[in-house]
């Protein structure tokens, strides 16, 4: 049964003592980080191991895995439990932005798989972006990106249909759009632009990436052309915040 020091006073702020109790666990655990103990993408003991171990209340571990957590060092997923944060993965926009070109770069095992795909009527920001006339239709897809197992981003990317018919079995069957757009004729192609918004995740987008509703994701819009400068794709990537870190290249 937790103390009357770490339940609080009477009046409900938070005594002396019990923010001591917590700075102590949270100091602990953030050295064994720091020094090396707690390797990045470790997983750590429970909540009530914690307390156990600390011999605290599970209510003054959670206060110190809040702390650490907003200072970067642990990520807590809910339903998993608790990780040794990693660091942020590089990850490159230029003119030849590519997914898989960045992660081999870091040298990291991901994957991109395709969730949903569908042909539909092109709305006013993807006609604007592709260069389509009004009525034309898409290629729409939904994908998501995976890092070491973890959600990493997800995107929707469309495709003028009239060109890129049948491109989604095509990333079904290989993730390289490099490779699909051979396919079509097309040998090689670049980024026109990319813009980035940083933002909280929508309900699904948090729970899809395993995040706090509290922490921010990064979209990028992006569009990339063929080397006679017609847009081929045009897409919203939506990033975990946390873990990764833009490179303008």
Known sequence: MASMAETGDINGGESQERGRLWRSVASSLREDIRSGKLIAGMQLMTELDMASHFDVSRFTVRRALAELEKEGLIRIEHGRGLFVAEDAIPYALGERTRWTENMSRASLESQRRILASTIEEA????????????????????????????????????????????????????????VAYRSFGIIDYKRKSTRIIARLPSVREAKTLKLPKTRPVIEIHKVDIDTEGRPISFGISCFSGDRVQLVIE
């Open 123 to 178: 709305d006013a920001a993807t006609l604007r972006n592709l260069e389509l006339p009004r009525g034309a239709e898409v290629v729409a897809i939904d994908s998501m990106g995976e890092v070491s197992g973890r959600p990493l981003s997800m995107a929707r990317s469309y495709f003028p249909a009239e060109r890129f018919r049948g491109i989604d079995e095509l990333l079904r069957l290989n993730p390289s759009r490099t």
